[in-house]
């Protein structure tokens, strides 16, 4: 079970880099369709083709960045993955001629249009495929198609059969996709988004929001443009489909919501806490407003009032049910920010009415807040009985160490990762992990998911995975976790901050040793 979790996981941070170029597309499909007077039509024209081609070729850019982030972002796998969807694409194009199924342009070639969730399985199979059989080692008179390059050519093959399967069963699911797709775009929008949101709520702790979203964003409704198929919320906003925009309520809870939810918190903070709690929450409302990023506020309370969020899950739901049953519509290209809204605000219908229910909803989350917290004495951040954080007190050049350190020494750590707000580690035994020293370096909170942790750090989780791999390419002893010592000072500071006393990992020790040795010694290091 906690494999299965684990992988799904996996599958959800790869979507993360698919996704991270939709505002990009959103801005110039956006923009460019709207044929501002203030820019040339040549001009328009040109960002509106560029948003489309990263929109249309969003299956091709699903498979490559489903193949990078299941493999550690190697080149090999994200070509396998382009060679694989290629002549998966070719492959349905021709059973689709024998079967006598319709078919579409993809990718220049007719063929039967699976979607994103063809680009999803092509990437998933690639980087399978690579992580199986890249170190795998042909007799001498084939050396050269040994390792890395074996891994285009066996993918090749796996696509082929993929293509073979899907044009059996994929007239069938495509049928009961395209009619969940007319249900939740036309039939009744308010229930199916309602549903959407406080399902993606739900899932947002665990990491697996990304593939809730997926057939929302990219799959349901259809808008014909001069011949061509638009699919997804997102591009058929941008391209000017009156029927889409249904993903509205967004920006109620983000950009009013959630922002008072963080006044609330900060209001409820015992007085000795306040300026502390005011700085975190009040940089945290700021990115939801801002960016529609909402995890720093969110994780505040989460494990400490589930009830809280469970609270703010509804009201999610009620947020988007009301803007589609008042006819707002409004689009986003990243996440119901500010930024997004003023934007994309050219393309929306009755776009003011999002700032009169934004202030509805920030006096309800600031009251609802306000009193279930009281009510339930509830231990959000400044009413905890936990010592006073100073982060600042960690000297910038040991902040990595002491990172390391908390996630259970180097020796601990299987693998190092980070999405938008969190770090995520994978380890061999998190109970060597200490989450209270976490949260003491800034972390608003910390998840178990089994095989390893996740670490709220809001929008630096990026910069500090970026520094904790610096450090760790050249740490030594110093990052592992030992007994600790009588005489030791550090050792003890380390004891005293809470850290457990485990012994290092002596093979891991070992085969370091060994390696130095190979290089020429330490003396040789630059």
């Known amino acids: 079970m906690q494999s299965a979790f684990a992988t799904l996981q996996k599958i959800g941070k790869s979507m993360m880099l698919p996704v991270s170029v939709l505002p990009v597309a959103g801005i110039l499909l956006g923009v460019g369709s709207s044929n501002f007077s203030a820019i040339p039509p040549l001009v328009s024209k040109v960002m509106a083709q560029a948003g489309g081609a990263i929109f249309g070729n969003l299956p091709l850019i699903c498979a490559l960045g489903v193949c990078l982030g299941l493999t550690n972002n190697d080149g090999v796998a994200a070509l396998a993955g382009l060679v694989g969807y290629a002549v998966m694409v070719a492959t349905m194009g021709v059973m689709a001629v024998y079967y006598g199924y319709p078919t579409s342009n993809v990718m220049g070639m007719q063929s039967i249009d699976t979607g994103v969730l063809g680009g999803i399985l092509v990437g998933l199979i690639a980087a399978w495929l690579f992580n199986r059989y890249y170190r795998v ?25 993929l293509g073979l399967v899907l044009s059996l069963f994929w007239p069938p699911i495509g049928s009961l996709i395209g009619r969940f797709s007319r249900w939740a ?76 939810g963080a006044l609330a918190i900060w209001y409820t903070a015992k007085p000795e806490h ?61 996440s119901h920010g500010f930024i997004d809204y003023v934007i994309l605000f050219s393309k929306s219908t009755n776009g003011f009415g999002i700032l009169y229910l934004g202030a ?72 060597r992990a200490n989450p209270e020293r976490l949260k003491q370096l800034g972390a608003v ?68 040793e060994k390696w130095l040795i190979a290089i020429g010694g330490s003396e040789n290091l630059l």
């Open 137 to 161: 080692q042909l007799p001498p008179y084939l050396g050269f198609f040994s390792g890395k390059r074996l891994v285009p050519i066996i993918t090749s093959f796996a696509a082929i059969g």
């Open 360 to 431: 509805l909803w920030a006096f309800l989350y600031f009251f609802v807040f306000r009193f279930v917290i009281v009510k339930f004495n509830l231990k959000t951040p400044g009413r905890e009985d936990v010592p006073e954080v100073d982060v600042a007190s960690v000297a910038e050049n040991e902040f990595s160490r002491q990172l390391v350190l908390a996630f259970g020494g180097k020796s601990n750590i299987v693998s190092l990762d980070a999405c938008i707000t969190r770090l995520r580690m994978e380890l061999k035994d998190t109970k």
């Open 274 to 334: 306040k300026a502390r709690v005011g700085g975190i929450m009040g940089s945290a409302a700021l990115t939801s407003f801002l960016t529609g990023i909402t995890e720093p506020i969110e994780f505040s309370f989460l494990f400490l009032a589930p009830l809280l969020y469970g609270v703010h899950a509804v009201m999610t739901a009620g947020a988007y049910y009301l803007c589609i049953v008042m006819g707002i519509k409004h689009g986003m290209t990243f």
């Open 185 to 260: 775009a036309s039939e009744d929008p308010a229930t199916a988004f309602a549903i959407y949101g406080v399902v993606e709520r739900a899932l947002l702790p665990f990491g697996l929001h990304h593939i809730w979203n997926a057939p929302f964003f990219f799959e349901v409704g259809e808008y014909g443009v001069a011949g061509e198929v638009i699919k997804g919320e997102l591009h058929r906003f941008a391209a000017g489909d009156p029927t889409a925009g249904n993903m509205a309520g967004g920006y109620l809870f983000k950009m009013f919501g959630l922002p008072a």
């Open 445 to 512: 909170g910390v998840v178990d998911v089994g095989t390893g942790l996740r670490a709220i750090f809001g929008t630096r989780s990026e910069i500090l995975k970026t520094e904790m791999e610096e450090y760790l390419a050249v740490a030594g002893e110093e990052a592992e976790l030992e007994i600790v010592s009588a005489t030791g000072p550090a050792r003890q500071a380390e004891a005293a901050a809470g850290f457990p006393t485990v012994p290092a990992d002596p093979d891991a020790r070992a085969k370091c």
